[in-house]
């Protein structure tokens, strides 16, 4: 059986998801952001930064949650929650799987360092202004693409695993959707889902 190692509110809650929507039975070692016990060697030699997500699987030990959810598709996924190589989706499908970290969560990141992890005399309202800035312009690309869309690539797909967790997550940072009800709509259709609910719940 694999093991996740998981914390709440992290990326690590993609994986859950993608475990939950395989139907996957795993194990799960809770911890909370920023624990001590991240940081201790024992940790350290599942993941050299003390982050989370991390799965392990036999001998293979993994971090980076796009590359696991990559690994759980190819292991266990027999071709669910991802188009084949024939289907027309398949480019828009790896685009928009790597999209929430090539364009959504590095400002993400800097709006979460500037606001909640720096001390306050160490902060910059300047940068923190210019990544909120930069979020909205990365959603607004994908809000012209859900026009008329359910999911960003088809049918739903660790697409929307990837990137609809970045959207949910940008929304509960505070991002701006008011002008953008495509995202609003997909958003909320993805926190409904079961799968979800539960790896959030982990």
Known sequence: MVKLHYAPGSRAVRVAWALEELGLDYDVARYALGSPEMRNPEFR???????????????????ESGAIIQYLLARYGDGRLQPSVEDPEFGPYLQWFHYAEGMIMPPMNQIVVETRLLPEDR??????????????????????????????????????????????MAGRLGADMSGMPNLQGYGARLEARPAFQAAESV
């Open 123 to 168: 902060r910059s309202e300047v940068h923190a202004k210019r990544a909120v800035k930069l979020l909205g312009q990365m959603l607004t690309a994908v809000e012209a693409h859900m026009e008329g869309r359910e999911f960003l690539a088809g049918a739903f797909s660790a697409a929307d695993i990837m990137t609809g967790h970045a959207v949910i």
């Open 45 to 63: 030699r599942t993941h050299p930064m003390g982050r989370v997500p991390v799965l392990e699987d036999g001998g293979q030990v993994l971090f």
